[in-house]
């Protein structure tokens, strides 16, 4: 019998929330708080914290969404490319930037602090869920966009995990098919 039957339940049936049918009312910074603090518990080899948030509000998002859109004409990329990445923040209300922010370490590679990372993605996106909130995780290319993520305020040593949006879900997505574990799974006896 587990230990917290309620939390493997919710791990068992969890499904993230596509961002475009996220809406009002979004988290209030009272709301955040506790999500954040559950994301900040997420696996920390040595305890260097190689990770940060970054909580863009709705101002925020319509401007990183013209940035977005101007970044992507300038680069040459197609034009729906570069529609459905400024869309996803100029049609966002709040979303939480996952910078991952690396630390010297002669102990701790700095792999494993990436891993940490996105370990702090799927903690906030679990909490989100949680809390009743609907919530998905986005990167696509402006995550990758050194311009972009220089405009965001990151340092040079520093890149982005992902973009978390958390608002109200409208409509609750379809189950989709999911792995057969027996296929993904290989038992080593010996």
Known sequence: MPKYPEALSFLLNRRSRPAKTL?????????????????????DHGKL?????????????LRLGAQ?????EALGL?????????????GSGLAVAVVFSPKI????PELDQLFSAGAACLQLLNAALAAGWGANWLSG???????????LGLSPQ??????????????????????????ITTWIYE
């Open 105 to 108: 370490s002669d102990k701790v």
């Open 78 to 90: 197609e034009t729906a490319l570069t529609e459905k990445a400024a869309a996803a923040f100029s």
């Open 68 to 72: 977005v859109q101007k970044r992507g």
């Open 23 to 43: 809406a009002a009312p979004y988290p209030t910074r009272d709301d955040l708080r506790p999500i954040l603090t559950a994301a900040a518990r997420t696996p």
């Open 158 to 183: 520093e890149q982005l995990a992902g973009f978390i949006h958390i608002g109200s879900e409208t409509r609750t997505p379809p189950e989709r098919p999911r792995p057969d574990i027996d296929d």
């Open 141 to 151: 290319w402006p995550a990758q966009d050194r311009p972009f993520l220089d405009d």
């Open 49 to 61: 914290v190689p990770w940060r948030f970054l909580v863009l509000e709705r101002a925020a998002l």
